[in-house]
């Protein structure tokens, strides 16, 4: 009897693990098998893109060929207030600088002729000063007459005057060291032109640098005249280039057809982070207008997985595999149903490899 009971507490406890213990198991295999665990080192080695998921209109994607130009608020030209010969240049082409850095010394002669005038001014000065003291002693004391002290007083408040006016005039043309004029820069950015060298002769007329501040940029797309009059003020749109995407906001949509592209021009600011965009570059403009908001991601994020259509999401320790549900496509992207939040990061290239890594790959290309 007693061997009997032990055989059949031996043969339960499998069904006992199972029912108390093995659903936790099933819970943590499962929750494995979804993630794949990657450094930040190999991610950005791998080249795998990462991109923010957003709320966008569903109903229309309108895509156009596009331009980045300078933002004309962002751009500094910088001259010398002055006629001189440059003396020290601080920074080259090429350079990033920052707000009131030091980019050049100018001597000048009109500065050094004022700058001796002035001396004269003050000395003229102080001795009016000291007449218009004496004078008002004396005054006061019933030595002189009114009218001495009156004189006195006048040539002093003009000599004042005078100083005053030089002083003004030297402060127009800016910072001065000595004899020098001191040429500082406008704002951070890159010097992007350079046209003096030390000895050069300049003046007001004569550009010395120009300073582009690249983090704010315009984006200019030409959209056909239909699209256009479903694009508004304030549309977010993307730019889309060879190095990654750039999100911008529409700000102004042209008047009137451009004669030779028979196209409106539509203006988009972009925040041009990480640098990605160069003026210059030729790019793609892509803006989703119409519908109620959804969430919104590009097609080539989505990975087909045993019948499902699957995202990477990023997590502190690598990405999970996260199963969607798909309302429908809109030209290289689709509307998620369901499956992802806003705010929440996802692969969108490199998606073939972190399905590699999760299901393997068996000889001849077949997954398992």
Same mark, same amino acid.
């Given at each position: ?22 659903? /936790? ?34 109903? *229309? ?5 596009? $331009? ?11 001259? =010398? ?17 920052? *707000? ?15 700058? %001796? ?5 003050? +000395? ?7 007449? !218009? ?6 005054? /006061?004391? *019933?030595?002189? /007459? ?5 004189? =006195?007083?006048?040539? @002093? ?10 002083? $003004? ?9 000595? @004899? ?10 890159? +010097? ?80 041009? *982070? ?7 570059? !030729? ?19 989505? /990975? ?13 320790? %690598? !990405?999970?595999?996260? $199963? ?28 073939? !490899? ?15």
């Amino acid at each position: 009897m007693r061997y009997l009971i032990f055989a059949l507490i031996f043969l339960s406890a499998p069904l006992w693990g199972d029912r108390y213990g093995g659903h /936790q198991e099933r819970e943590h295999r499962e929750k494995d098998k979804m993630e794949i665990h990657l450094k930040e080192e190999n991610i950005r080695d791998l080249g795998i893109k990462v991109q923010r998921v957003e709320r966008k209109p569903s109903g *229309k994607l309108i895509k156009m060929p596009a $331009e980045v130009r300078e933002n004309p608020s962002l751009t500094f030209a910088i001259y =010398s207030p002055a006629e001189g010969i440059i003396r020290r240049l601080f920074v080259k082409e090429g350079d990033l600088v920052r *707000k009131g850095q030091k980019l050049a010394e100018i001597f000048s002669p009109e500065i050094a002729q004022l700058v %001796g005038e002035i001396e004269m001014a003050r +000395v003229k000065t102080e001795t009016a000063r000291r007449i !218009f003291e004496r004078d008002k002693e004396l005054y /006061q004391q *019933k030595v002189i /007459q009114y009218t001495r002290f009156f004189t =006195s007083k006048t040539e @002093y408040e003009r000599s004042k005057g005078e100083l005053k006016a030089l002083m $003004e005039r030297l402060k127009s043309f800016g910072e001065v060291e000595g @004899y020098h004029l001191v040429i500082r820069s406008p704002a951070k950015g890159y +010097v992007v032109d350079q046209r003096v060298k030390p000895g050069d002769s300049v003046g007001p007329d004569r550009k010395l640098f120009e300073v582009h501040y690249h983090q704010v940029l315009w984006v200019y797309g030409w959209s056909g005249v239909s699209s256009s009059n479903s694009i508004k003020k304030g549309t977010q749109g993307k730019v889309i280039t060879s190095l990654g995407e750039v999100s911008c906001s529409i700000d102004y949509i042209g008047h009137k057809v451009d004669p030779k592209t028979r196209r409106i021009p539509v203006r988009c600011i972009a925040e041009n *982070k990480g640098h990605i965009l160069k003026p210059g570059m !030729f790019v793609n403009l892509e803006v989703f207008t119409g519908g109620e908001t959804a969430v919104v991601i590009p097609k080539r994020a989505v /990975q087909d997985i045993e019948g499902k259509k699957v995202v990477f999401v990023r997590t502190d320790d %690598g !990405f999970e595999a996260r $199963e969607i549900h798909i309302e429908k496509e809109i030209d290289g992207y689709v509307v998620v149903e369901e499956g992802l939040k806003e705010g929440e990061r996802i692969a969108v290239s490199g998606t073939v !490899f972190l399905k590699t890594k999760l299901v393997g790959v068996e000889e001849g290309g077949h997954h398992h």
